[in-house]
């Protein structure tokens, strides 16, 4: 029995949450504090660093503690974990808008790095425990597609709201006066603290669910941290999937910028035309998505996923040659059909390793998958924007020219399209090694569902699922 449609769509809502809060810091706070605040761009990206190295530090931390923490009788487990931690995620929010710039620049930056360390602290977390909590209350790989067709629905749409205000405040003159767009910035915090109360009041935490697997009993000690480790580092499927997630899909954490600069220096467009190429090429992927999902649950996710990377790679491709920024649109509607596809069936192959290792040990992990797979993934999924800048840079990209020479066009054409295409074939190779075929994973779906469905679908005294779902109900 599968989960119904009003409790995947509750469980489709605490990740898109937070998407919208990073939009707000990655996209929002660095133009602000540059062009607003006044803050020298280069203590920016100091800042930015720090903050980048103290996620791959915090990740694996966080992740072991949380597998570790025990379930608390009337306050829950994971669910109480997000419900601590989203006062301080709007709190951290909220505070970098009202920073004053007559401040003296080192009391800014300070302010500044403490503000995103709050943040950042919460935000670890609230997002580790809301995977965790997806993965606990939809037990099976069709549920898991589902939720992520939602998420994606919702995290899109929500995001695209977040980016077209920063835009409109941070782009042009219309608007320069620093507490007016304080003031409207704080209506986009408002929308991002609605969408996350809406999972923090209607989802719920039972403790049936913790009752196989759960590693809350266990110590939190050197030794045991290790024989975890182990366990996770045997599976030929970790070291697989998490080779293909840190290659083939690490360009598009920074597609947005690349495409800014296609747009701006290649195509030449206007920026409304560069909206309507976006969001435009978005929009019509969103509407195919739900038939992406019928397809991997039909073929597997795995077989899902090299299916995807054609039209991922004949789109990129397709980028060497285009002129027009409507020729760029179908690009973008091929590419992203291929890289929806691809991370649509990646959240059934993530939930398929939690699985797989808990039949295996007795002990879920999620916290800890997420900590050993942020660190080995980290260095390279960090560096993409570096990597752009180092192409377009060592083929003469000119800040100050208002037209790129012809080389220096082709070096955007091949930090935009060359080198995802690059990284994808190498994903492509590691993806090779990966053993879930569909049976393992309808067998590993089969497992989850025996060890907590019952409860995940409302027929227990106890869940971590949307109310409607109680026996009440």
């Known amino acids: 029995m599968a989960l119904t449609f009003k409790q995947k769509a509750l469980l489709a809502t605490p990740l898109p949450a937070s998407w919208v809060s990073t939009v707000v810091i990655h996209n929002v706070y660095v133009k602000f504090y540059t062009d607003v605040i006044g803050l020298d761009p280069k203590y920016v990206g100091w800042v930015y660093l720090a903050f980048n190295l103290w996620n791959i530090i915090n990740d694996p931390i966080f992740g072991v503690i949380l597998d570790k923490m025990r379930y608390k009788p009337k306050k829950g487990k994971f669910l109480r974990v997000m419900r601590i931690t989203v006062p301080f995620m709007l709190l951290g929010l909220v505070a970098m808008a009202w920073t004053d710039p007559s401040w003296p620049e080192a009391v800014i930056l300070g302010v500044f790095l403490f503000e995103l360390f709050l943040f950042d602290v919460a935000a670890t977390f609230y997002v580790i ?8 209350a939809a037990p099976t790989r069709e549920d898991r597609i589902d939720v992520e067709v939602g998420k994606t629905w919702i995290g899109n749409i929500a995001s695209a709201f977040a980016t077209i205000v920063a835009t409109q405040l941070l782009v042009g003159d219309a608007i320069t006066e620093r507490t007016t767009i304080a003031v409207l910035l704080m209506g986009v915090v408002l929308l991002n603290g609605v969408l996350y109360l809406i999972p923090l009041i209607a989802l719920k935490d039972r403790r049936e669910l913790y009752e196989q697997g759960d590693a809350g009993e266990e110590a939190v000690t050197w030794a045991q941290l290790k024989a975890d480790a182990k366990t996770i580092f045997r599976m030929r499927a970790f070291w697989a999937w998490s080779a293909f997630t840190a290659t083939a899909m690490a360009p598009m954490g920074m597609y947005f910028t690349a495409f800014l600069y296609f747009m701006d220096h290649v195509v030449r467009s206007t920026g409304t035309e560069a909206t309507i190429a976006d969001t435009g090429s978005m929009g019509v992927v969103l509407l195919a998505l739900p038939l992406f999902a019928r397809m991997i649950k039909r073929f597997g996710s795995r077989t899902s996923i090299f299916i995807g990377l054609v039209p ?3 789109g990129l491709a397709a980028l060497f040659w285009v002129t027009a920024w409507w020729q760029v649109l179908l690009c973008y509607v091929v590419l992203m059909a291929g890289r929806f596809t691809m991370s649509t069936a990646g959240i059934a192959l993530d939930g398929a390793l939690i699985d797989d290792n808990e039949r295996a040990t007795g002990v879920r992990k999620t916290g800890s998958f997420i900590a050993l797979r942020t660190l080995l993934s980290a260095p390279l999924i960090g560096t993409q924007t570096a990597i752009f800048m180092w192409v377009i840079s060592a083929y003469g990209y000119d800040q100050n020219a208002d037209l ?3 080389t220096a066009q082709f070096g955007i054409r091949m930090a935009t399209a060359g080198v995802p295409i690059i990284f994808a074939v190498i994903g492509a190779i590691a993806l090779i090694f990966l053993p879930y075929t569909k049976a393992i994973e309808t067998s590993l779906s089969e497992y989850s569902l025996h060890r907590r ?20 109900a």
């Open 129 to 136: 425990s809301a995977t965790s909590c997806i993965f606990l």
């Open 312 to 314: 991922y790679v004949v």
């Open 404 to 406: 790129q020479s012809e």
């Open 453 to 472: 469905g019952d409860v995940a679908i409302g027929r227990g005294a106890a869940e971590v699922t949307p109310q409607a779902t109680t026996p009440s």
